[in-house]
T-cell receptor, first 113, second 109 residues
């Protein structure tokens, strides 16, 4: 019963490097989300995918791209990492029906030096 | 977006004590959740509670949607309750869950 699985758990990047964070869910959910959490703050939405084949910007999309690969997988890409992108990244999913519960992965701690 | 205010920001309790955490929303929400972020950073779902009252063991939550607030009650606190408690809400049909900045709870033996 994996739920939402994120890889990797930890990553250190140099400024200017690129990387992709992976997320997969096995709950047959339609909607998937990427959030970031900075120290002392709650989570903020980067991008979401309401259903397979669609993606939309959230509150803080600059510097990121996403791909909804299929119903299970939603990836987040940093094309040219910056120190300001040092954060903990969470993926989430929910059924997509109105007013339903969201479930979160275990997070990816990213440090950009 | 919706502004979410949580209080208190920090709380230190002796093991066995009870506590109430509060979450206020700037606008009506129809999708409200409480989470516990444990010391390892995992976000654990506590309650999905757009309205009414729910109980799960020593924890219970009440949402008064018409007055735009929710309360989380922790009774007989244990050291394992330590961590940060977040509430988050979204308007009907909206995709973005707006989070508060959390209440950091420390339970000491």
């Amino acid at each position: 019963n994996a739920g939402v699985t994120q890889t990797p758990k930890f990553q250190v990047l140099k400024t200017g490097q690129s990387m992709t964070l992976q997320c997969a869910q096995d709950m047959n959910h339609n909607s998937m989300y990427w959030y970031r959490q900075d120290p002392g703050m709650g989570l903020r939405l980067i991008y979401y995918s309401a259903s397979e084949g669609t993606t939309d910007k959230g509150e803080v999309p600059n510097g990121y791209n996403v791909s909804r690969l299929n119903k299970r997988e939603f990836s987040l890409r940093l094309e040219s990492a910056a120190p300001s992108q040092t954060s903990v990244y969470f993926c989430a999913s929910r059924t997509g029906l109105l007013n339903t519960e969201a479930f979160f992965g275990q997070g990816t701690r990213l440090t950009v030096v | 977006g919706i502004q979410v205010e949580q209080s208190p920001p920090d709380l230190i309790l002796q093991e066995g004590a009870n506590s109430t955490l509060r979450c206020n929303f700037s606008d009506s929400v129809n999708n409200l959740q409480w989470f516990h972020q444990n010391p390892w950073g995992q976000l654990i779902n506590l309650f999905y509670i757009p309205s009414g009252t729910k109980q799960n063991g020593r924890l219970s939550a009440t949402t008064v949607a018409t007055e735009r607030y929710s309360l989380l009650y922790i009774s007989s606190s244990q050291t394992t309750d330590s961590g940060v408690y977040f509430c988050a809400g979204a308007q009907t049909g909206a995709n973005n869950l707006f989070f508060g900045t959390g209440t950091r709870l420390t339970v000491i033996p």
